[in-house]
């Protein structure tokens, strides 16, 4: 059971990048996915999320019309698609697989009494947005 994630790289401010989280060993789409970063000196955020169900998307307020998250199931993979990139984005991201009844922003969540966390996550990928 893995979870890689690829994609990242150096780019310019206003450029764009995808990123991709790819899974083996077992079936992305029973899971929700969200993507975290982690800048140096700072704690872990929560960037975006995609529901396992309905495929519902959510994203931290300072991405919100810059990042898509999206499935391809055929492909067992979930990207996430950056444009307008800016300085502050730079960080190293990583992917998480959570199964359960939400789509959280949080690494874990407590809800009416049963804690959630990402069961699996990916290695990360660094994201230097720089002129």
């Known amino acids: 059971v893995q979870l890689q994630a690829s994609g990242g790289g150096s780019v310019q401010p206003g450029g764009s990048l995808r990123l991709s989280c790819a899974a083996s060993?077992?079936?992305?789409?029973?899971?929700?996915i969200g993507w975290f970063r982690q800048a140096p000196g700072k704690e872990r955020e929560g960037v975006s999320c995609?529901?396992?169900?309905?495929?519902?998307?959510y994203y931290e307020d300072s991405v919100k019309g810059r990042f898509t998250i999206s499935r391809d199931t055929a492909k067992n993979t979930v990207y996430l698609q950056m444009n307008s990139l800016k300085p502050e984005d730079s960080a190293v991201y990583y992917c998480?697989?959570?199964?359960?009844?939400?789509?959280?922003?949080?690494?874990?969540?407590?809800?009416?009494?049963?804690?959630?966390?990402?069961?699996?996550w990916g290695q990360g990928t660094l994201v230097t947005v720089s002129s």
């Open positions: 060993g077992f079936t992305l789409d029973y899971y929700n």
């Open positions: 995609i529901s396992s169900n309905a495929g519902n998307a």
């Open positions: 998480a697989a959570l199964l359960g009844p939400l789509c959280s922003l949080s690494t874990r969540t407590e809800v009416l009494g049963t804690v959630y966390e990402y069961d699996y």
